[in-house]
Nanobody, 114 residues
Framework: QVQFVESGGGLVQPGGSLRLSCAAS????????MGWYRQAPGKQRELVAA???????SYVDSVKGRFTISRDNAKNTVYLQMNSLKPEDTAVYYC????????WGQGTQVTVSS
């Protein structure tokens, strides 16, 4: 059974950092393009960052210079390092895996508040 499980969310003060992880099982992780999405209350889900099979990265403008996506194919894991967090980064963060089929994780809550 193919699964993607996020972890690493939590409550952090503005200006703080968090690292999200998304661990894959039951699949050949290296053959999937990966993305991190987020959904805030009352808003549509948006793509935050993506990394291709070859390692090419892209970011939404609002997180450029603050967030970094990376992947470790040996550990079947994709990461999202989030620095200089702002209250507007508060959302449920999801990882998405795409090959012939798309898979979503269950999400992890990130709350940025003082």
């Amino acid at each position: 059974q193919v699964q993607f499980v996020e972890s690493g969310g939590g409550l952090v003060q503005p200006g703080g950092s968090l690292r999200l992880s998304c661990a894959a099982s039951g699949c050949t992780f290296s053959s999937y393009a990966m993305g991190w999405y987020r959904q805030a209350p009352g808003k549509q889900r948006e793509l935050v960052a993506a990394i291709s099979i070859g390692g090419s990265r892209s970011y939404v403008d609002s997180v450029k210079g603050r967030f970094t996506i990376s992947r470790d194919n040996a550990k079947n894991t994709v990461y999202l390092q989030m620095n200089s967090l702002k209250p507007e980064d508060t959302a449920v963060y999801y990882c998405r895996a795409t090959q012939l089929t798309t898979y979503w994780g269950q999400g992890t809550q990130v709350t940025v508040s003082s």
